[in-house]
DNA sequence: CCGGATCCTTATAGATACTG
DNA sequence: CAGTATCTATAAGGATCCGG
């Protein structure tokens, strides 16, 4: 393990950042998120990782168990990396470090974005408004090529995932990321995105309202 | 700003990271989540980093607003580091971090730590078991030289700092910052620490119980 | 085409010494 | 006390190449 650099303490908290806290570590994990991923799933999500800190990462994230390697089956030949159990509970690091990124005073946050990025801020700010009553749909979202589902019960986000509900949506809705994340991020309301006819509802609008409503980021701090 | 290096991506992670990512940075800001600290007080918690990348992570932190820097008034001369409003507002990436971390399956988390990490440990991990009802104390938690206060009010963490509570506290314990780690992370019960003369306690001995069973640190993960 | 490994360059961290 | 200067050791960045 060549990455044999510790900070030596005691403290969980540096332990962990002995485990994730080199860079890229995390920004590899994040990609991980929705699914397993093949390595150029990730060079493609991380255009700008070289591919030798790219090995690197994964390898030092398998041996320390956050994320694992699996060969396909023999129809789709390849190898996949998908996190580990553990590796999924860094899901709340995720959502703090999210929540204080978004209120940062310090740049108005722009860059590009993938698609999952848009989707996991959904899951990342997802906190049902207080004084609404819990209610339940499926969505499936169309982001240009890519496609999600989205499942909400009784006021909790239930699941989150990369593919269209084989059982059928309540909601279908049609954009693209760029228009999406407006949305998510309450810089245009629904009804002023279909208006201008970049976003397409199937179904029953209120219940996307109530989606978007409950996924409001935090204000910035500046 | 030499620290240039960023990852270009408008994702609030990758944002985060960016403020927050590099080596040591989140060390340097844990050591000021009791209050300001001086540059000397840094070196000694953080023994292993160099004077050049401190100095460097203090000047990259205090432009982008995670801290500051505060002369003070003539009787004490000397500088001090503390957080802003926002740096503090760190406090939830700490504690999902320490989380994560004290579930490691990895490795059996040794090392050295220092008194402030073990009195964090307790605000990381302070959650009231269920079903228990809520109760109000003041403590004094002597380590050595060090010295603590904390506040419960009504079951809930009211405040952690150094120093005594100038108004008297209802329970005062005094032993190593050794024998309470072990004593939080469960590991040494009260009664068996008091009786084997490592722990001394001034007060309702059920009150600090209370206060040690509602800090309990999450099972290891493996 | 996928999944990397190699090679070389540049940036950052580590270690030690020293100064306003 | 609060850092800076200097030097070395690693790790990251970037381009290219190779085997299955």
Redesign the pocket.
């Known amino acids: 393990m060549?990455?044999?650099?510790s900070y030596g303490e005691g403290c969980p908290i540096a332990h962990s950042l002995d485990l994730v806290g080199?860079?890229?570590a995390l920004l590899v994990v994040r990609e991980l998120r929705l699914g397993a991923r093949?390595?150029?799933?990730l060079?493609e999500a991380l255009p700008?990782?070289?591919?030798?800190?790219?090995?690197?990462?994964?390898?030092d994230l398998e041996a320390v168990g956050v994320l694992r390697?699996r060969e396909?089956e023999p129809p789709a030949?390849?190898?996949?990396?998908e996190l580990t159990e553990w590796g999924a509970e860094l899901e709340p690091v995720f959502r703090a470090l999210a929540r204080w990124g978004a209120r940062s005073p310090v740049v108005p946050l722009s860059g590009q974005v993938s698609a999952d990025s848009v989707m996991l801020g959904l899951r990342t700010f997802f906190a049902p408004p207080e004084g609404h009553e819990p209610w339940s749909a499926r969505y499936d979202v169309l982001l240009g090529r890519e496609r999600y589902r989205i499942g909400v019960e009784r006021g909790r986000l239930a699941h989150l995932a990369r593919g269209r509900d084989p059982e059928g949506a309540d909601v279908v809705v049609r954009t693209t990321k760029e228009t999406w994340r407006r949305v998510l991020a309450r810089e245009e309301p629904v009804a002023g995105a279909v208006a201008a006819g970049r976003l397409e509802v199937e179904g029953d609008p209120g219940l996307l309202e109530r989606l978007v409503a409950a996924a409001a980021p935090p204000p910035s701090a500046g």
């Open positions: 060549p990455g044999k650099r080199e860079r890229w093949r390595y150029s799933d060079q700008a990782i070289a591919p030798t800190v790219l090995s690197q990462r994964l390898k390697r396909l030949a390849g190898r996949v990396y």
